[in-house]
């Protein structure tokens, strides 16, 4: 059995498919209270500040053997990082890494930059 604490990304179908998700792959997760659906939504960012889904919150949207949003919530702070374990057609599964990144540089990577262009341009070759 793996060790550690899983969760599910989920909602990343309009957010430009599973591209963001490569294994081994670092993310941002940060708490999103002002979310008008969910008070305990999770939304999750990849390196160059983009949104790409957000944390499952349901017994509908997770995976089995990973934790939900509102399971996790208040043992995270309110950004952290996890990395991306494994992928199926509409969830990914990754393993949580830092509970709190509070430290300005460790968030440098996670920053929007001026212009979107930076970010997609890669995504395009």
């Not at 399971?71 to 950004?79: F, H, K, L, M, P």
């Amino acid at each position: 059995m793996l060790e550690g604490t899983f969760i599910t990304v989920t909602g990343f179908r309009g957010m430009r498919g599973k591209q963001p998700f490569p294994i081994g792959a670092q993310l941002l997760c940060c708490k999103d209270p002002n979310n008008t659906f969910d008070t305990e939504a999770i939304r999750v960012y990849a390196k160059g500040g983009r949104a790409v889904g957000y944390v499952a919150n349901s017994a509908s949207t997770k995976a089995n053997g990973t934790m939900s949003a509102a399971r996790i919530y208040d043992t995270v702070g309110d950004r952290f990082t996890v990395e991306v374990c494994f992928t199926t057609q509409t969830k990914v599964i990754c393993k949580l890494i830092t509970r709190s990144v509070d430290d300005p540089a460790a968030l440098e990577d996670y920053r929007r930059p001026e212009s979107l262009e930076d970010v997609y341009e890669e995504d395009d070759n």
